[in-house]
């Protein structure tokens, strides 16, 4: 057996080769022509923030948190670490950056890539790539409406299929602490039965109990008091409007009473979208999000309202592998230039470069000398036309196209192939 080689990327982080940038610049374009059209703006934030805007934004009781960051301390003291998610530093781009100040809401895209380590798995992994969407400064419960569907078309103009949208209220302030209430009563007369990581969990944060995936925690849970029954009248009247906005887009969800999701900062509306199919429930959700109207307030500034999602494009590219999804091909070269000899060699640089420029693709192997071998490439990758460069023609600044179907050669001046060529194309 071949010996692994030493150097590996680390754990649960991949390159991403050539051909999956087919895949990421597809989703790239949908992405970015959805967000335009909805009026979204841009925005990269550092790959290192300071590590307390995660644990005051995400919540000190998180996995993220407690398990999940790569933290690091600079030389000259400062604690950062490498971003988790993406929109803990959207927002603090918003408050430093006075967004406050523009024509509200203020509506952000991003695309990039994000670290947790998490123990690696289908669909998980350390670094991974997410794009999201966030609208700041609006607290209609239209706009949560619409975040949902604009994913929801991202995925459908990505072409997958059986999506699901799951959908849920956890409440904000008024009515979450009732809620935590009764739940932690409920969990506590069955608190022997739950796994550790619960048992811990209902002294710190009882909520993400509801999250858990242990078969004997969710036989406890499928029992549990739903947050929508004990909803304010704000919240509840919210959550009813998402709803009817959703039937009116006709976007089909299912209530999922106990959809928490695993960060702290949301308030009210919660949603994920699943691929509805075996291969769905091993992969996990391909987007999640929901609304953060508390989240600039425990960043330092007054409440700004925000909701927004983010996708996991790893999971979204198997997916689409599993459906067939288009990709759009790489255009194949139609013509090849061989070349033989030295002085062929340094013209062909200058012959490619004409050829570029005239936007004809064109292939060459020039680190074969032997004509039969260059022939061979040729014919591999299927060109219409093999253009030779002999020491001859270089000399007489000629050059010979060869009809790779006919078999059929001519010799035209060097000077007017890209012309020849193009007229060959447009026929
Ligand atoms: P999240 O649910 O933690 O939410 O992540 C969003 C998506 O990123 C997930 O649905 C999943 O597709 C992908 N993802 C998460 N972790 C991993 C991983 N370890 N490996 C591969 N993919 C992963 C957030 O990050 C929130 N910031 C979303 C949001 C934006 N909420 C409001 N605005």
């Not at 991403?16 to 022509?33: G, H, S, T």
């Not at 609208?135 to 706009?143: A, H, M, N, Q, R």
């Not at 979204?316 to 030295?342: A, D, N, Y």
């Not at 253009?387 to 001046?413: C, F, P, S, Y």
């Amino acid at each position: 057996m071949a010996r692994k080689p030493k150097f590996q990327t680390p754990t649960g982080m991949h390159d991403i080769l050539p051909k999956d940038q087919a895949y990421f610049r597809k989703i790239y374009n949908v992405v970015e022509n959805i967000a335009n059209f909805y009026g979204f703006g841009k925005i990269d934030t550092p790959i290192l923030e300071q590590s307390e805007l995660f644990s005051k934004g995400v919540g000190l009781d998180t996995d993220i948190v407690q398990k999940e960051m790569f933290n690091l301390k600079t030389r000259g003291g400062d604690h950062l670490s490498l971003r988790p998610e993406g929109t803990a530093p959207v927002v603090r781009a918003y408050i430093q950056k006075g967004m406050i100040n523009l024509p509200q809401p203020v509506k952000l895209w991003y695309f990039g890539p994000f670290f947790r380590y998490e123990k690696p798995q289908a669909g998980r992994f350390r670094q991974f790539w997410q794009f999201g969407l966030e609208i700041l400064g609006e607290k209609s419960p239209v706009i949560d409406a619409q975040i949902i569907q604009i994913f929801y078309n991202i995925l459908k103009d990505l072409r997958l299929k059986n999506l699901l949208v799951e959908i849920n209220s956890i409440g904000d302030s008024q009515c979450r602490p009732y809620y935590k209430k009764l739940l932690k009563n409920y969990l506590r007369s069955r608190e022997r039965l739950l796994c550790t990581d619960c048992q811990r969990r209902l002294k710190t944060n009882p909520l993400r109990i509801l999250d858990c995936k242990q078969e004997r925690c969710q036989s406890i849970i499928s029992q549990a008091p739903e947050s929508i029954d004990n909803l304010c009248d704000t919240c509840h009247q919210h959550f009813k409007e998402v709803l009817e906005f959703l039937d009116e887009a006709e976007i089909s969800y299912r209530l999922n009473p106990y959809l928490v999701r695993g960060l702290d900062y949301y308030t009210k509306t919660v949603f994920e979208i699943v691929e509805d199919s075996a291969e769905g429930k091993v992969l996990g959700a391909l987007v999640g999000g929901g609304r953060y109207d508390n989240l600039s307030k425990i960043l330092g500034r007054r409440d700004i309202p925000g909701t927004g999602g983010a996708a996991g494009i790893e999971r979204i590219i198997t997916s689409m592998k599993e459906t067939g999804g288009i990709v759009s091909r790489v255009t194949l070269p139609k013509i090849f230039l061989s070349q033989v000899g030295k002085l062929a060699k340094r013209k062909s640089l200058k012959l490619c470069e004409e050829f570029r420029k005239a936007k004809i693709s064109i292939a060459e192997s020039f680190g074969r000398d032997s004509l039969r071998a260059q022939l061979a490439r040729a014919n591999k990758l299927g060109v219409l036309y093999t253009l030779i460069l002999g020491h001859k023609e270089a000399i007489d600044g000629t050059i010979i196209v060869r009809n790779m179907k006919t078999g059929k050669q001519k010799t035209v001046k060097m000077d007017k192939v890209v012309k020849e060529m193009k007229k060959n194309f447009k026929k």
